[in-house]
């Protein structure tokens, strides 16, 4: 006796060895033996062999009209062998009815399955919908199918054009759309990003991290909403002129300074912050704006924008205006540098140039101001803010030792990165040249100064600060934002606000217009400031900045990284100078760019080698190079480099904003989440400088 029965989903045919009660012994073709339950079995049958009937049941299968055996079911349930007489006009043979329950179970949109051998036709209604489904899934497979043609063609279908970047970093992996682009990468053994750059839906693989940060930061696009911009309030005129220092692409100039020096010997300093808050409510429309986007975006050759460049024209510091701006004047003794007075405004200033590194940097060095050489505008200022900037960082030094810290080595270098016409120049710059530190400790001193003011006056604010902490020294180390004054042991002060920047970054903002209201109101400023004390929603602005910046500053260290392998591809670079940084760490001398050796065996910490630069990809952004040859053992300069790069390693690794893109910036130093690598604050607004360990 030979079986047809049912086993895990399938159907099968045996011939019977032995039975047991319920139970039988089955052979089954293949020579396999299994054990097949009484209620599985749907036919018993003599002949033909297993096999064969198996075989005549796939081709009566085969042949059986679907919609015939639909209409022949009616609407009642029924079992197979009833189906059978109906459909074949006599009772079916073996073959026959094992067929009919072949088709029956592989057609579940016309017969819906009631029980073992038993099923129900689907009424007419469902049967339509689900036919319709599957000629729309037979159209979109055609659809798909022309797609992945297209794609391994080398060209781009229409329809996906206006999909690209949703497709690579957002995609529906259920769209047709999406199954066609991967389909065609697996096809043609590449990336999605890979074949979307080939058909040319983009353009660069520059484009491509870009579109990949656009669409996780911007969604909407980088494009303002229209929006009124304020006009420039009436405020008394300072009699002063002031100057800023900054690089020539800088267009958010924030700070100016102005040298008045008096009658009676001393000297009156002024530190001038262009003064967006007099412009920006709270709430207001630009808010929303500043406060969606939390910072300037900075990348090599671009910037995005916090403000509008229509707010921003209204309220730099530009050269031949008098501009809206807080002003903190210091009157100095220059005899000892003592600061003898200080006092905070709200007015206009005068700004008589837009002094640029690019023309200065290389006459104005210290040897220079030692010997008062070379001509330039405002050189008396200069020579004088020199002098006092260098007692301002003697002072912090000693600060910061007191705190436990060693004094900050000021031998870092810095590298400026110029794009123009997609061709980039990166050049070294020394951090704490004479311009950067005017500009470093002017903004350090009015960053602690109004943190004190608002300390002072009950007006809660946002401070940066380091050390104090629990735990490890890393972690005591670690700078943090708050809400109230505290030290920041690295930079050596009291107290530690941003403030200087209120263009650029919204915590700026956010303090600027704090301390109007302590200039403005004095002690009743709590009861009027924007942000009162305990208000919560002062710790979601630091929350929000903390996550924008830190996304901000690492797509900022990923396009500067790509602007790395661009110079190597301009200079045809292939076999490049390096120091060992750590372990199988080096940097490339001529520019910032860190690789991985690995299985390079262990040298010193400033060891200049020479490598052979076998490949680079600006999509993964890797490089893969082999060690030549060792040149040298650790020198000065080399050392130096070392430091230099390791301090930036390892800011980056904890979590550290590398240094603004936009080359005003790139003298700002990193601040330090526990790396025992000193750093130095460099100019314009002088971020936290990394203490070294103790």
């Known amino acids: 006796m030979n079986l047809f029965f049912e086993e895990s989903g399938d159907f099968k045919a045996g011939a019977v060895l032995s039975q047991q009660g319920e139970a039988y012994q089955v052979e089954l073709p293949t020579g396999k033996r299994t054990k097949v339950r009484a209620r599985d079995v749907l036919l018993q049958f003599a002949a033909p062999t297993p096999a064969e009937m198996l075989d005549a049941a796939h081709q009566v299968a085969a042949e059986v009209d679907l919609d015939f055996l639909w209409e022949v079911a009616g609407q009642e349930e029924f079992g197979f062998a009833e189906l059978g007489a109906e459909y074949f006009g006599h009772a079916p043979l073996p073959h026959e009815a094992a067929g009919l329950v072949l088709k029956l179970h592989s057609a579940p949109i016309y017969f819906h399955r009631k029980g073992r051998g038993r099923y129900k036709a689907a009424p007419e209604s469902a049967l339509k919908a689900a036919l319709a489904g599957l000629e729309k899934k037979r159209q979109q497979g055609l659809v798909q199918a022309a797609y992945v043609d297209e794609l391994k063609a080398g060209r781009l279908p229409d329809a996906m054009r206006p999909l690209t970047t949703q497709l690579l970093f957002r995609p529906d992996k259920n769209s047709i759309e999406y199954k066609a682009l991967d389909a065609a990468a697996s096809a043609l053994q590449t990336t999605p990003q890979r074949l979307m750059l080939s058909v040319g839906a983009i353009a660069s693989p520059k484009e491509l991290h870009l579109r990949r940060f656009l669409l996780e930061n911007f969604p909407k696009g980088l494009a303002f909403p229209q929006v009124a911009i304020p006009p420039r309030p009436a405020l008394p005129v300072a009699a002063v002129e002031a100057f800023s220092i900054d690089d020539v692409t800088t267009t958010e100039i924030d700070d100016a ?19 967006p808050g007099l412009g920006i409510a709270r709430n207001d429309a630009i808010d929303a704006i500043a406060r969606q986007r939390m910072s300037t975006v900075y990348m090599p050759g671009d910037k995005i924008t916090m403000l509008p460049d229509e707010l921003v024209e209204a309220y730099t510091l530009a050269e031949g205006q008098t501009c809206p701006a807080l002003s903190l004047y210091l009157t100095l003794d220059p005899a000892d540098w003592r600061v003898v007075s200080s006092e905070t405004r709200i007015e206009a200033v005068p700004i008589g140039a837009n002094l640029r590194h690019n023309d200065l940097d290389a ?31 003697k002072g912090r030094m000693a600060k910061r030792e007191s705190f436990g810290l060693k004094p900050e080595q000021n031998n870092r270098v810095d590298f400026n990165f110029y794009v123009e016409d997609d061709v980039v120049t990166i050049s070294r710059r020394k951090r ?20 004190k003011l608002m300390h002072d006056h009950g007006v809660p604010g946002i401070y940066r600060a380091q050390g104090g902490g629990s735990g490890g020294w890393a972690t005591r180390m670690q700078v943090r934002m708050v809400t109230h004054a505290a ?132 999509v993964d952004l890797s490089v893969e ?27 980056l690794a904890a979590g550290i904003p590398p240094l603004d893109a936009d080359p005003a910036q790139q003298t700002e130093a990193a601040e330090s989440v526990g790396s025992a690598v000193d750093a130095s604050p460099g100019a314009d607004d002088a971020g936290d400088a990394a203490p070294a360990a103790a």
């Open 625 to 651: 190079a082999r060690l030549l040859e060792v040149e040298a053992g650790p020198g000065e300069n080399s050392m130096a480099d070392a430091d230099d790069a390791l301090a930036d390693e390892e800011e």
């Open 432 to 451: 704490g040249a004479p311009l950067d530190k005017i500009v470093a400790e002017l903004m350090i001193l009015a960053n602690s100064t109004w943190g």
């Open 363 to 393: 006459l104005v060095t210290e040897e220079s101001l030692a010997a008062g050489a070379g001509e330039y505008r405002y050189k008396d200022e200069i020579a004088l803010l020199w002098q006092w900037a260098q007692s301002l960082e």
């Open 257 to 275: 300074f102005s040298v008045v020096r008096q009658e009676d010997g001393h000297v009156r300093v002024g530190i001038h912050i262009a003064a």
């Open 487 to 618: 030290p920041h042991q690295g930079l050596g002060v009291d107290q530690y606000a941003w403030s200087t920047s209120p263009l650029r970054r919204y915590t700026d903002l956010v303090n600027q217009w704090q301390i109007m209201a302590c200039v403005q109101h004095g002690v009743t400023a709590p009861l009027v400031a924007t942000f009162k004390p305990k208000d919560a929603d002062l710790y979601a602005i630091v929350s929000a900045f903390d996550g924008a910046y830190a996304a901000y500053a690492e797509f900022q260290s990923a396009m500067e990284r790509y602007w790395c392998l661009r110079w190597l591809a301009q200079s045809e670079a292939r076999q490049v100078e390096a120091v060992v940084l750590k372990d199988e760490i080096v940097r490339l001398v001529e520019i910032p760019l860190v690789l991985k050796l690995s299985g390079m065996t262990p040298l010193a910490r400033g060891t200049q080698v020479r490598l052979d630069l076998l490949r680079w990809d600006e």
